[in-house]
Each structure stands twice: as structure tokens, then as C-alpha cells.
């Protein structure tokens, strides 16, 4: 699987829409951290940019890239090599590439400018969060053989997820308003990837308090060990669930 | 080498292969023909494990294509277009081809003679989004004849090559035919058919309306040239297959 991996990275890498995507995410982290006097101040500035454009970035490329190369994954399926080796070398080509862009991006000026526990947060959760995207798109790829449904079904997964979801969220605390909910509102963060990865780095800036009564309760849960692990498992669970529904499609499927 | 046996394919309702059996043999050069959306492409792709046959074995080398993807190293197979990867170079597809290929601890000889003969050396490092159709196609003819296959499957081989290398490749088929390989072509090009095949297969709707010896159709038609066999074979379908 290794070396098909290594030729999927070859061609994504000189690919000019990975290359201004690192771009414009290290312009971004390097302006925001220039211009903050604080350094957590920079962070909490890149954390919803990221929150966005990672998200949208990882589904759109993981959509675009996979229909393009649709014909030659057809030319590997002829080849003596598994349905399961020509997918998951293309989930794991495209993933290092848009991780690797990603670490150049904030990773580096994150460690270089911030380099504290709420910075590595934030990294780790910007790599977390562009393989939840990708298998997410993958999923949505498998589900169609039409480029644009698939597209369509990808785009709309993303505005579930960063916009919709915390409308419909707040819409049931309000409408709930008179119960105690703060287990509640706990659950509905885990069922979204992007808030989950929100409230984990918001935890660690120790900005709580502007959250009220459920920020304590989220304080108390996001920042001890255990919260921390529960999330990350979280996160990877949501990596995972997608990857695993698209990887079957994908091995009975007709090409 | 290659059966198939009851093979039935539908997309949803729509029925592409009904109950298709035949089998071929080694040095057999078989042309695979039938109107537009007659099941030619199902069929190789159905033989090529890229499509899953509602019902119905097919066996390469007496063995279960479900069972094992290695059959597929017997194959050489040629798309009708070729589309790779924008940013590689030939040459790292080539790699690629030949690390997937030779990984299983089957070191076979590379059969470099379309690589030279296509001059495909000089263009080496280009990328292949920048290259022509035509020459795409010498890319993935180049693939399939590269590991010296037993079988080759080679869909519309000859559309959109310039004459000259349209010759190479068909000398090349025929080279390939002779040494004992089964090669199975489909193509709109009745003429290239009649100087490459042996055996005619004859596909409308889904069904396998014919499968005969090239030599054998002329006799029973009294025709001699392929067009005429085949507009005969249209208007008297129902004579032939009863």
C-alpha cells in the first residue's frame, strides 16, 4: 500500500491548491500571531478561522480529488491489488498531504510564536479535525457516482457541522430552557467533531467563565485527563465511523 | 483460461448482461462487438473485478475471480480513456505499475518494446496532464503490454492514435497473438478487427448472440468482409441464434 501512497502524495503535493492552501494558512497564523501582544490572544484569533476553513478546505479537495481520479483508480482496480489498498492509500495520501500542509501552516509559526499547551491543542485538533473532514468526504464519495451530488452532499455535511448544527443546538437549550441541561448540552457537543474540537482549545485558554454555568461544568470535564481522553476518543471516533462506512461502499461498489 | 458462467449484471432495474457463458482460450484473438450500449464495457469491466456480477462465476486460470485479486496479474488491461494523475511524470507511473506489479514476489521481465517504440523515453518527465489525448493512449498501451500478461483486454486500442502509431500497436497485438496470448479487442474499427482477431463475439442487449470462429462466420454468411458479416448478423439475428 506504501507505494501507492507515495505516488498519490507525489501528484497532490504539486498540486497548486495544496500550495496556496499552506499558504494562506501561514499568512494567516503569521499575521494574527504578529499582530497579538498576548500569545494566547493569537491562538484564540486562528482557532475560528480554522474551525472553518480546515473543515471546508479537507471535504471540498477530499470531493474534487477523488472524482478526478476516478478513471485511475478504475486503471488500479485492474491491477493485482485490493479495492481495500487503492482506498485507503488514497484516504491516507490525501490526508498526509493536507496534514503536512496544515503543520507547515500553523503548526510551525504556532510553535515558534506560542509554543503553549493551548497552541499544541490547537494543532492537534486542526490535524484531528482535517481527517475527520477528509473521511467524511470520503463517505459522501462513495455514496454517489455523480460528481456534483457528491459535491453537494460534501457541502452540505460541512454546513451541517460548522453552521447549522450550533443553531439547532442552541434551539433545543432554549426550548429546554427550564430542565437542568448542563449534561445535556455536554452530549450535544460530542455529536459535533467542530464543537467538540472548539470547546477542547477554548478549555485550555482558560476562558471558561465566559461560558456561564455550563462552562464550569465543561471546565471540569474538558480539563481533566479523563475529559480530554473521552474527547480525543471522540474525535477519532468520528474519523473512523465515516472511514469504515465508506471503505465497505467502496468494496462492493461498481466503479 | 477465462469462462464465465450464467453471468447476469443490472444497475437497478436496468438488466446489462443476461445470462452470458463462454470460455476462451489461450491464443485465441477474440473481437468483442455490439452496438452502442450492447454490455462490451460491463462485460470487461465485469471481467476485470472493477463491476460485481449480480449472479453467475467467473473463473481466469480455473480460478474464482472473487475469491483472489492476484488473477489480476495475468491481465494487461487498456482503458478507453486513459486518465492518470495531472502531476505525475510517465516515468513515476511506470514506477508505479511496475512496484505494484512485481511487490508479490513475481519477478517477471518488463516488456519495453512499445516504450521504445512510441518514443515515450524522450517525454519521460512530463506530467500527464499536460499530454495529449493520442498520447495517453500510448501511455496506457505502453502499461498494458508491459509485463509480458497472458491476456490482454484492450478497449477501442486504436481510437485516436495518428496512423503510423496505430500500425506499431497493431503489429504489436498481432506479434503478442502469435505467441500464444489471448487478447480480447473491442472496437468500432471493423477493418483493424479483420486483420487482428480470430474469433468473433457478437453481444445486442445484454445477451451473447454469437461467439464463432472468424473463418467459420465467413463460410455460413458467404460473406467475406466483417461489415457485411455483421450487417448480416443484425438483420438475421433470429436465424443464428435459434
Known sequence: MNKVIKYVIYDIVRNRFVLSYTLLLLFTSLAFYGFGSEGNKGVLSLLNIILMVVPLVSIVFTTIQFYNSYEFLELLSAQPISRGTIFLSQFWGINLSLCLAFFIGVGIPTWIYDGTGAGATLVLCGLLLSLVFVSLALFACTLTRDRAKGIGIALGLWFYFCLLYDGLALTVLMMFSDYPLDKVSLALTALNPVDLARILILMKLDISALLGITGAIFQKFFTSEKGMIISILLLLFWIMLPLLKAYRTFLKKDL | MISFENVNKSFGRLQVLKDIS????????????????????????????????????????????????????????????????????????????????????????????????????????????????????KVSATLAFLFNPEILILDEPTAGLDPLSSEILKEKILEESLKGKLIIITSHILSDLEELTSHIMYLEEGRLQLFKKMSEIKAETGENRLARIIAHLMSKKEMITS
Open chain 2, 22 to 137: 463462454f470460455e476462451l482460450e489461450a491464443g485465441q484473438s477474440v473481437a468483442l462487438i455490439g452496438p452502442n450500449g450492447s454490455g462490451k464495457t460491463t462485460l470487461i469491466k465485469t471481467l476485470l473485478g472493477m463491476n460485481v456480477p449480480t449472479s453467475g462465476n467467473i473463473r481466469v486460470k480455473g480460478l474464482d475471480i472473487r475469491s483472489d485479486y492476484q488473477y489480476r496479474a495475468h491481465i494487461g488491461y487498456m482503458p478507453q480513456i486513459g486518465n492518470y494523475p495531472k502531476n505525475l511524470k510517465i516515468s513515476q507511473l511506470i514506477e508505479m505499475m511496475r512496484d505494484i506489479r512485481q511487490k508479490k514476489g513475481m519477478i517477471q521481465k518488463t516488456d519495453e518494446e512499445l516504450i521504445d517504440l512510441f518514443r515515450l523515453r524522450e517525454i519521460y518527465d512530463k506530467p500527464l496532464g499536460t499530454l495529449s489525448g493520442g498520447t495517453r493512449q
